[in-house]
């Protein structure tokens, strides 16, 4: 599976930004797809994923409530909205997928920076 994100950019505290990834290739055996980032000097962390079948939506608990996940089967594409952005969501965005029990597959980032 290859995966292509993109909408990553700068935005003030408070704003909003929505990320997409495109999935092509052996898209029919992914079962999942999420988003992680990792911020200077720290580790990757998960954001958000979604069951490709279910649509079952889950979270960080850091992120829960301002971002939301969702899907477009028809294009083999993933959303992530992020809303009320803060200062110390400033990271490289990255797209992932899953086709067992843990996310191996990963697109490049996207930086999204948010000034204060």
């Not at 292509?4 to 700068?10: D, I, V, Y």
């Not at 000097?41 to 994923?49: L, S």
């Not at 959303?79 to 009320?84: P, V």
Request: net charge neutral.
């Amino acid at each position: 599976v290859q995966l292509q994100a993109s909408g990553g950019g700068l935005v003030q505290a408070g704003g909003s930004l929505q990320l997409s990834c495109a999935a092509s290739g052996r898209t029919f055996s992914t079962n999942a797809m999420g988003w992680f980032r990792q911020a200077p000097g720290k580790e990757r962390e998960f954001v958000a994923g979604i069951d490709w079948i279910s649509g079952h939506t889950y979270y960080s608990s850091s992120v829960k409530g301002p971002f939301t996940i969702s899907k477009d089967n028809a294009k083999n594409s993933v959303l992530l909205q992020m809303n009320s952005l803060a200062p110390e969501d400033t990271a490289v965005y990255y797209c992932a997928a899953s086709a067992g029990s843990k996310y191996d597959q990963w697109g490049q980032g996207t930086q999204v920076t948010v000034s204060s």
